[in-house]
C-alpha cells in the first residue's frame, strides 16, 4: 500500500516506518511543525529542531522521503485555542485528544494525495473491521496504550488510519529500535503536551492569560493560608506546586469568579467522590452502547473503573463509579470500554 507515515522524531514512530518498510510498502514520512516554539524563543532553543533531525536520519537510514507539513495555523484556531479557553474556564482541557482527531488524523488527511491509502502513526492501539465497522481496541501494553486519546476519531478516520505497533509493548518497540539500530533507539519518551515541547505548562499558561493573585485558602478551617498567581495554574487533585508548609496539601476546589483555590491536608480520599456528569460524546460505531455498566478510563493510563452509565437529558449522562476518585476534574476525558474494545468517551461537565 501506499502509506503516509507520521513520524514524530521519537522511537515509536521510527519503529512503526521501519516495520512497513520491511513489509514492502510504499512510504512517504511526514513531520508535522505544530509547535509553539517560534513565540516563546525567549525561554532557549527550539527542541522540534532536535526532533526533525532526528527524523530525518531515520528515513535517510532507509531511503523513504520526508515532507516537513507546517500545520502551526490549524493547530493554533483549533487545539491552541480550545486549551486556552478551557483554562480560562478552569477547567482541566486534554489538547493531546484534539490534537488526534482534528490534526493528524483530520486536517493531515486533506492535506496529503488521495492516493495515500493509509495514515500510519506510533499509537499503541489496534484497529479492527467486523465487516460493517471499524473497531478500537486496546493494546498488550496496558500502560502504554493510547487507545484514550484516539476515543474521539471516527469511523471515516478510522478507516484510514493504521497503527503497525499494536500488537506490541513498549519493550518490544525498544528491542526493534535496537535491532533496526535506529539513531533515536536510545531516546527517552516525551512527556507533557504534545505542542509545547520542552516549554513548561505554566510558562505557557502565564504567556497567554498573566497572573492574578488570589487566595488559597483551607477548606477545612475557612482560613487563609496562602496566596497564588491564578486559579488556572491548579487543577483538581493537584498536590505540588502550592509552595505551602505543613502539607501535603491537596486542591480540592476552585472558584473562577472569585479566583480561590481551596486546600485540604486531609487525606483526598475522604473528599473523593464516585459520581459525576459526561457530555459531548463521540461514540466509535456511531451508536449509543446497548450496556449500561461499562468500563471507564478517566485520565491516560493503565487504571480502569466499572461504572455505570445512566442517560439524563439528550447528550447527557450520568457516570457512577465502582468506587471513589480524587482527580475528577471538568473538561477532561471519560473513555468508556467493553473489554478491550474502546467505545469512545465524552466531557466530564
Not at 41 to 47: Q, T
Not at 64 to 84: A, F, G, R, S
Not at 303 to 310: F, V
Amino acid at each position: 500500500m501506499k502509506i503516509a507515515v507520521l513520524l514524530s522524531g521519537g522511537v515509536d514512530s521510527s519503529v512503526a516506518l521501519r516495520l512497513l518498510k520491511n513489509e514492502g510498502h510504499d512510504i512517504t514520512a511526514f513531520y508535522l511543525k505544530i509547535w509553539l516554539q517560534d513565540e516563546f524563543s525567549f525561554l532557549g532553543d527550539c527542541p522540534w529542531e532536535e526532533d526533525l533531525n532526528y527524523a530525518r536520519e531515520v528515513c535517510r537510514q532507509v531511503n523513504v522521503p520526508l515532507e516537513v507539513l507546517p500545520l502551526q495555523t490549524e493547530y493554533w484556531e483549533t487545539v491552541v485555542t480550545y486549551t486556552i479557553s478551557e483554562i480560562k474556564e478552569g477547567r482541566t482541557p486534554n489538547p493531546d485528544m484534539f490534537c488526534n482527531s482534528l490534526i493528524k488524523f483530520g486536517q493531515f488527511y486533506d492535506k496529503i494525495d488521495n492516493s495515500f491509502v493509509k495514515v500510519a502513526s506510533g499509537h499503541y492501539a489496534r484497529l479492527e473491521f467486523d465487516g460493517k465497522k471499524y473497531q478500537l481496541r486496546t493494546t498488550p501494553d496496558k500502560v502504554k496504550d493510547q487507545t484514550y486519546f484516539l476515543a474521539y476519531l471516527t469511523q471515516l478516520q478510522l478507516a484510514r488510519a493504521y497503527f503497525p505497533l499494536g500488537n506490541l509493548n513498549k519493550k518490544d518497540v525498544r528491542k526493534l529500535a535496537n535491532e533496526f539500530n535506529l539513531p533515536n533507539k536510545d531516546r527517552k519518551d516525551s512527556q507533557g503536551i504534545c505542542f509545547l515541547g520542552q516549554i513548561k505548562f505554566n510558562e505557557f499558561v502565564k504567556h497567554h492569560l498573566g497572573e492574578i493573585k488570589g487566595d488559597i485558602v483551607d477548606i477545612d478551617s475557612g482560613k487563609k493560608v496562602g496566596v497564588h498567581n491564578g486559579y488556572y495554574f491548579y487543577t483538581i487533585g493537584q498536590r505540588s506546586g502550592l509552595g505551602l508548609s505543613g502539607g501535603p496539601w491537596y486542591v480540592v476546589k476552585k472558584d473562577v469568579v472569585s479566583n480561590i483555590i481551596s486546600i485540604s491536608r486531609e487525606n483526598l480520599a475522604k473528599k473523593a467522590k464516585d459520581t459525576f456528569t459526561v457530555g459531548k460524546f463521540n461514540w466509535i460505531s456511531e451508536e449509543v452502547p446497548a450496556k449500561k455498566v461499562l468500563a471507564v478510563k478517566i485520565r491516560h493510563g493503565a487504571n480502569y473503573y466499572r461504572c455505570s452509565l445512566n442517560f439524563k437529558d439528550e447528550g447527557i449522562a450520568e457516570v457512577k463509579l465502582n468506587k471513589p476518585d480524587q482527580g475528577i476534574a471538568p473538561g477532561q476525558f471519560a473513555v468508556f470500554y467493553e473489554g478491550d474494545l474502546c467505545l469512545g468517551g465524552g466531557v466530564i461537565l
